[in-house]
């Protein structure tokens, strides 16, 4: 912008320049500038000090009265330079950190001016630009309305929905939850969805209808039309065998067995199942009254705590009947791992450095080779290093307590993942948790992570003892910790799975049942393992000289 100064303004400076005091009066500081322009973004100008021609000055800028920023006037101006005043490094720019929408005012001073810069305040009127939407009413039926909805120039925010019911507005929910086919089309980050559940099942017909809020029209394909029988629908009950103990991350399969206590016939491709996490399984085959049918349904662990799973029969997207349940806790100790030796033996183990596994003696030998990773996905190898005096024979024998049935597998190579720390348990104490990758008379479908929780009963030797374990995985009968794929697992200091990481012991070996000896299939013979559990001691000082890992910590 070229500048054209008014001559009043040089009469102005003149008759600055003959009063201007001499060199030994103190002199006021003198400031001339402009507040150019000032829009719905950005407020510009320059300011000027004769009395300090090669300083940049500060600009306080005011919006409806109030100090929203001081910025320094130190941007060069070619137009101000030319008009001969100084180097012309004198001008400003602000930009708002967001636009001024409305009518506003607009200031502009020196600091230590006592009056503004001329053309000083401005006045802005700004329209706030168009919001646009898009999304659709993909669903509407007696129980629930979904769909989803998306702003191009809001992308990264939820919009709120309103839905109507024959016309009458009945609720305004946000549009937030993930939709990945929303994701996948280009919307954004695809967190646009919406589901609303009607405070009552309908019945009879409906329009239901959903718009953005502040926009002037539907989302697509709104209205829909429902209609809902007055009738009750025919009962239904459920079972469920889900494993209650899943790692976090991990995906795990289940049967719901529905059974039909009603008087209709379930009849395929109009009855399915539906699961709390949205999922949905459709009959195959119809069944009467009487009649049971079984869906195949996939849980995953998406959040750590103590979790209710349920699943609930529908017939034309009307849910009924008493809904199947299984209480589900999902753990975060990944830190938990299979290792199998190359003589055979399948045990667990605890990651306790970025190249160092704790485990049991008993689970492999000095010349053996150990596979560590999760069941089906051994893929780092290690060498074992037993404990000094430990025996195979005496771990065997009558009093196998004496024997030190401690290891540790010094990794090949790096394994990433979360490692516990290690604490030293000559007297452990306090509650403790097992853990193990291990299989049990009672879950025969392979190895699978389960969890105990107990206090120490009795140290002997080696070992301490627990008796009389309550059940977390709820898969064991009296136990958690079993036969078979456990030996070699940690035992955590506190009684909470999901938080304890400090290693105080390793599984050792289990007590059969009175008057019974192990056969060699004890992980899947009821009598055995149930009485109680042995766990070795922790020597953190050998395991700490054996395995040389600067990562190891201690808890």
């Not at 559940?197 to 953005?212: D, E, L």
């Not at 491709?269 to 349904?297: A, I, N």
């Not at 008057?515 to 766990?535: F, I, M, N, R």
Request: with cysteine.
């Amino acid at each position: 912008m070229r500048l054209t100064l008014r001559p009043v303004f040089w009469v102005l400076l003149l008759f600055v320049g003959l009063v201007a005091p001499s060199r030994a009066e103190a002199q006021a500081i003198n400031y001339f500038g402009f507040l150019d322009d000032a829009d719905c973004t950005r407020a510009t100008g320059w300011v000027y000090s004769p009395e300090q021609t090669a300083t940049a000055q500060q600009v306080q800028i005011y919006v409806d009265g109030a100090l929203a920023t001081t910025v320094v006037a130190n941007q060069f101006r070619p137009d101000v330079a030319a008009a001969g005043f100084g180097t012309g490094y004198y001008g400003f720019t602000w930009t708002y950190p967001a636009p001024y929408y409305g009518t506003h005012s607009v200031r502009a001073r020196a600091v230590g001016a006592g009056t503004d810069l001329f053309w000083s305040p401005k006045t802005i009127s700004c329209a706030a630009p168009a919001i646009n939407y898009f999304g659709f009413l993909d669903d509407a039926n007696c129980t629930r309305a979904t769909g989803w909805v998306y702003s191009p120039e809001q992308p990264n925010s939820s919009q709120q929905v309103q839905l109507f019911v024959d016309g009458a507005l009945a609720a305004t929910v946000l549009a937030n939850q993930f939709r990945p086919d929303v994701a996948a089309a280009g919307f954004g980050g695809g967190y646009a969805g919406f589901t609303w559940t009607y405070a009552s099942t309908m019945i009879g017909s409906h329009a239901v209808r959903a718009r953005a809020v502040g926009a002037g029209t539907d989302l697509f394909w709104s209205p829909r039309t429902v209609s809902c029988a007055s009738g009750g629908f025919d009962g239904a009950t459920g079972t469920t065998d889900l494993r209650r103990t899943l790692v976090l991350g991990e995906s795990a399969e289940t049967v719901v067995r529905m059974t039909n206590t009603g008087t209709t016939t379930w009849r395929a491709g109009r009855y399915t199942l539906r699961g709390d996490d949205g999922s949905t399984k459709t009959m195959l085959y119809d069944v009467g009254p009487g009649g049971t049918y079984p869906f195949t349904m996939t849980v995953t662990a998406n959040a750590v705590g103590a979790h209710t799973k349920s699943w609930r029969m529908a017939v034309d997207g009307v849910e009924f009947g008493t809904p199947a349940t299984s209480s589900l806790v999902v753990a975060s100790l990944g830190g938990v791992y299979q290792v199998q030796a190359s003589t055979g033996q399948v045990c667990s183990g605890t990651l306790i450095g970025a190249r160092t596994l704790l485990t049991a003696a008993h689970c492999g030998t000095s010349a053996a080779i150990a596979y560590v990773g999760r069941p089906g996905q051994l893929l780092v190898t290690g060498r074992y290093v037993l404990y000094p005096g430990y025996s195979l024979a005496q771990y065997a024998g009558p009093v196998s307590w004496w024997a030190p049935d401690l290891a540790v597998v010094r990794l090949d190579a790096p394994l990433d993942g979360p490692r516990a720390a290690v604490r030293d348990s000559q007297a452990p104490v306090g509650g403790l948790t097992t853990a193990g990758w291990g299989r049990s008379f009672a879950h025969p479908g392979g190895n699978h992570l389960h969890f105990g929780q107990h206090t120490v009963s009795e140290v002997v030797g080696w070992h301490f003892s627990q008796r009389g374990v309550p059940v977390i995985d709820g898969r064991d009968d009296l136990t958690a910790i079993v036969c078979q794929g456990d030996s070699g697992g940690p035992v955590f200091v506190g009684q909470t799975p999901w938080t304890g990481l400090c290693v105080a012991g390793v599984n050792s070996y289990n007590i059969p049942a009175p008057g019974t000896s192990p056969p060699p299939d004890a992980d899947l013979t009821p009598p055995q393992c149930v009485t109680g559990t042995w766990h070795a001691k922790i020597d953190r000082a050998w395991v700490l000289a054996v395995a040389q890992d600067p990562t190891i910590l201690g808890c």
